[in-house]
């Protein structure tokens, strides 16, 4: 009875965890835009975290009572391959070819998650688009991918150095002081901004997202 206890407590746990781990890496598009927001924790006691953000503000963020903590770690180019669902933003050249930004490679629980091409805010007119790798084609300066999502294909050059990155489940001791942080936050009709789960980039990585 002990070992079927076990054997049932795992499950439940992978099953918990593969749900959390889609949830979390859920990019919401346009349609009900969250406010995203990029920068490094100054503060935390676990009720609000104060964010430096890129654009050099310092804003307090209230961490609801179920706030969680995904974290943002590092692979590499070899790691992107035929079937991967993929999260890619990019900016387009003077040529019309659209270079990747950064690459995040979903876990294999969160496929399908809003896929899709609409306009993201890492830069100006940048784009996201969320799609399962169809081909793999080595290029002179890097890979060029075919993505192919339920409305239509992209075509999208990753380049050597283009950060590329995963999720895993982390926990509320990874998002301390001077942890550098992505998330999406809701915002009250008083103003105050509410975040569920934080992204929080593993061993001092900068989520590229």
Request: proline share 8%; no cysteine; glycine share 8%.
């Amino acid at each position: 009875m002990t070992a079927i206890r076990k054997v049932l407590s795992g499950a439940i746990a992978l099953v918990a965890s593969l749900a959390f781990v889609a949830d979390a890496v859920a990019q919401t598009p346009p349609a009900s835009p969250p406010t995203r927001m990029r920068g490094t924790i100054t503060a935390i006691d676990g009720k609000t975290a104060t964010i430096a953000t890129r654009e050099g503000t310092s804003v307090p963020v209230k961490l609801a009572d179920n706030w969680s903590v995904m974290l943002v770690s590092p692979m590499t180019m070899t790691d992107i391959k035929e079937n991967s669902f993929v999260g890619i933003a990019s900016a387009k050249a003077p040529d019309g070819t659209l270079n990747a930004l950064e690459v995040l490679i979903f876990p294999e629980a969160a496929r399908g998650s809003n896929e899709g091409h609409y306009p993201w805010d890492l830069q100006p007119e940048s784009m996201m688009t969320n799609a399962t790798v169809a081909t793999v084609a080595a290029a002179p300066d890097g890979q060029t991918l075919t993505l192919k999502y339920k409305d239509g294909t992209q075509t999208i050059r990753v380049k050597p150095g283009t950060p590329i990155v995963t999720f895993a489940p982390g926990s509320r001791d990874d998002a301390k002081v001077n942890a550098k942080v992505f998330f999406g936050a809701t915002k009250g009709a008083d103003g105050e901004l509410t975040a569920v789960r934080l992204l929080v980039g593993k061993d001092g990585l900068t989520p590229p997202m």
